[in-house]
């Protein structure tokens, strides 16, 4: 199927789909970037000072080169 066949033939989102199907966890990408890189920054909102992924709804990171 193609994303103009399914927005015409169902009206929806297939992008949207697409990234429900697709996820980046937040844990994983920080995971995979601390090999190669040094954290300097990781700031969580709404609840900056409680390190929870599940309470958080937005997580930003900097990595450095080391």
Known sequence: MTRRWVKRNYGIDY???IAWEHPNYVDA???????????????????????NLN????????FIKN
């Open 29 to 51: 990408i920080r995971e995979g970037l601390s090999k190669h890189f040094d954290e300097e920054i990781w700031d969580q909102r709404p609840f900056g000072l409680v390190r």
């Open 15 to 17: 992008d949207k789909i």
């Open 55 to 62: 309470l958080n709804l937005i997580s930003r990171f900097s």
